[in-house]
């Protein structure tokens, strides 16, 4: 960061997670002064922030107007609702309520790529960082996936990648010029919203100030009002329009295995070549290159990744085969969309292959919409956490269901129930914080399941 001039501005930040600290990281690092205020009684990160900030002053409990008030400006972390009592009535007396997306849009010195969208927005965010890697440039990567934001900044950096959630868009009034991207629109976070509109209003702020756009064009929700000025592209696992990106031949429902990955009318690798397995990840991989494209990324250079980028930890994630079952860790799919595009990414036209692991905690879902892939695909649902009962009297019409007590004892149920050519797939549709720390220690624990199985010669716990 070059020429950054401290504003000395009475400045709070609220919040003591990843994003608090970043901020005060950061703010640190121009000189600026703050507050640390959060509405826990014990953050876990508490005594880290006294070690590294111990002049700083800390405000813990409910939050308080009263000290808002005497703010000019407050660092809102992600996880905190805008409609908490003291932020509105902050905001109502001129309080600026920022991000630390607006922070890092502020002081960045390279160009931004910025992706949003209910699914798909970690593998896009990593595939089209490596992209950019094989390309020869200093990149930075994170957002709300990896690295908070403010602790990318660093002048060596040539480009910027961002995952964004809805949470870090609230706030968002210019990108600056960024490259932008939303993937599709499912409803999330309906415990934080009060409904779809709200969220579909919230993703939607990422277009403010963008240069070029990408959306979704099989997803009408995801289509902005821009300014014809602006540059759009689409893509789409159907044909393209000349400069959009999607597929040629093998449209045939069943076959798009067989046809190729296409920028209009230009073939550029067949389907079979691209590492990333499942539809839907086929169809992360065209955002990529459209984004790709939009930044002046190489074509051939992003093509070669796609022949050997196989994705996230958890997020689709062949983990093994066992006596010709393969087993696919999804536990990064915590909504209902997620799961939707797992079961029509790895569901055979036909044919009831799929065993389904799901549950956890519903965030206020209906989970009515898994229905119709469940009908088609899923042969076995295997429900599991604090909203299981809910998930089977939603699934019950559509596949067979049954209520486990555990991880363990679904994984053991899938194995005895699979046959070769099936497959067992976590996908929970739910967050995890029931019985886990988080969706990573979900997925551990079914690779760990699902590697016992394959040390006792596929038998299942007695």
Do not use: W
């Given at each position: ?70 703010m ?11 409609d ?69 900044l ?90 959009d ?37 086929i ?47 999804d ?11 797992a ?10 292959n ?78 995890s ?30």
């Open positions: 960061m070059t020429n950054v001039i401290a504003t000395n501005r009475k400045t709070a930040i609220l919040g003591m997670g990843a994003t608090g600290l970043s901020a005060a990281r950061f703010l640190s690092s121009i000189g600026d002064s703050f507050v640390f205020a959060d509405s826990r009684s014990q953050p876990p990160r508490l005594q880290e922030v006294r070690d590294h900030y111990p002049d700083a002053t800390v405000v813990l409990g409910a939050f308080d107007a009263d000290l808002l008030l005497n000019d400006r407050a660092v809102v972390s992600p996880g905190i609702s805008l908490e009592p003291a932020l509105v009535a902050a905001r109502e007396s001129g309080v600026e309520l920022i991000g630390d997306l607006e922070l890092f849009l502020e002081h960045a010195n390279a160009p931004v790529i910025g992706i949003t969208g209910s699914n798909g927005k970690s593998t896009v965010t990593t595939l089209l960082g490596e992209m950019a890697q094989a390309c020869g440039l200093s990149v930075g990567i994170g957002g709300n996936l990896g690295t908070p934001m403010l602790n990318l660093d002048d060596k950096h040539e480009l910027y990648v961002l995952e964004l959630s809805s949470f870090q868009l609230e706030l968002l009034n210019d990108s600056r010029g960024a490259v932008v991207a939303l993937l599709n629109i499912s409803p999330d976070h309906m415990d934080r919203y009060q409904g779809l509109q709200q969220y579909h209003a919230a993703k939607h702020r990422i277009f403010r100030g963008a240069s070029a756009v990408v959306i979704n064009r099989q997803d009408q929700l995801t289509k902005p009002l821009l300014a014809t000025s602006i540059s759009l592209s689409t893509f789409g696992l159907n044909q393209p329009d000349l400069g990106f999607g597929i040629l031949e093998g449209l045939e429902e069943g076959d798009l295995a067989h046809g190729f990955l296409a920028q209009g009318i230009e073939r550029l690798m067949p389907v079979a070549d691209v590492a990333l397995k499942g539809t839907h990840n169809a992360n991989a065209l955002a990529a290159l459209a984004l790709g494209s939009k930044a002046g990324l190489s074509m051939p250079t992003m093509l070669e990744t796609l022949k050997t980028y196989k994705g996230l930890p958890h997020r689709c994630e062949n983990i093994a085969e066992i006596d010709g079952v393969l087993y696919i860790d536990s990064k799919g915590t909504n209902v969309g997620a799961t939707q595009a079961l029509q990414g790895f569901g055979r036209v036909g044919s009831k799929l065993i389904l692991i799901a549950g956890g905690q519903g965030k206020e879902q209906n989970f009515a919409d898994l229905q119709p892939a469940a009908k088609r695909f899923v042969k076995q649902a295997l429900l599991f956490g604090e909203d299981a009962a809910q998930l089977n009297v939603a699934l019950q019409d559509a596949c067979a269901t049954q209520q486990v007590e555990s991880l363990q004892q679904a994984v053991d149920l899938a194995y005895k129930m699979a046959v070769s050519g099936d497959i067992v797939l976590l996908s929970p549709a739910c967050a914080f029931d019985m886990f720390s988080g969706f990573e220690e979900r997925g551990r624990c079914f690779q760990q399941a699902v590697a016992e199985l394959q040390k006792r010669g596929g038998q299942p716990c007695s």
